[in-house]
């Protein structure tokens, strides 16, 4: 897995939204123009919206890693937010979160998927990283924390 999941233009630090179905929205346009996508941000937000459902991607720590299957997609993606305010994601700890990992792949890719969406979490899990990207100054920096990691695991 060395292509790398984020791309700069779909990191974003201190994001301000007021609720899920908005953080997923912004994070949709967001992917749909780092990659040029012709999918629907309804379509993006309503799979992520409808996976919620089944279960919280809030993870515990701050940490939320929300994460849909499209038609459509050619490969698994991904964008990054930390919140400028915390937002209730009815996570595991019942902790408010902060980071944001939102995961988009292919609707016939579940392995890949499934890898994309452990790779991530096993970053977040990580104290250390979690507080690096907690103090980022810039959605640069985010970037940079977050594909450090990539080319690490690729190597």
Known sequence: ??????????????????????????????????????????????AAVERERLGSTGVGNGVALPHARIDGLESVMAGFARLSDPLDFDSVDGRPVDLVAFLLAPADAAGAHLRALARISRQLRREEKRTRLRAAPDA?????????????SAA
Not at 140 to 152: G, K, P, R, V
């Open 140 to 152: 640069q920096s985010l970037y940079t924390i977050l594909s450090d990691e990539a080319q690490a």
């Open 1 to 46: 897995m060395g292509e790398d999941l984020f791309l700069p233009e779909s990191v974003v630090v201190d994001l301000q939204v007021g609720s899920q179905k908005q953080l997923f929205q912004d994070m949709a346009l967001r992917l749909i123009e780092a990659n040029d996508l012709s999918v629907a941000c309804r379509d993006i937000v309503a």
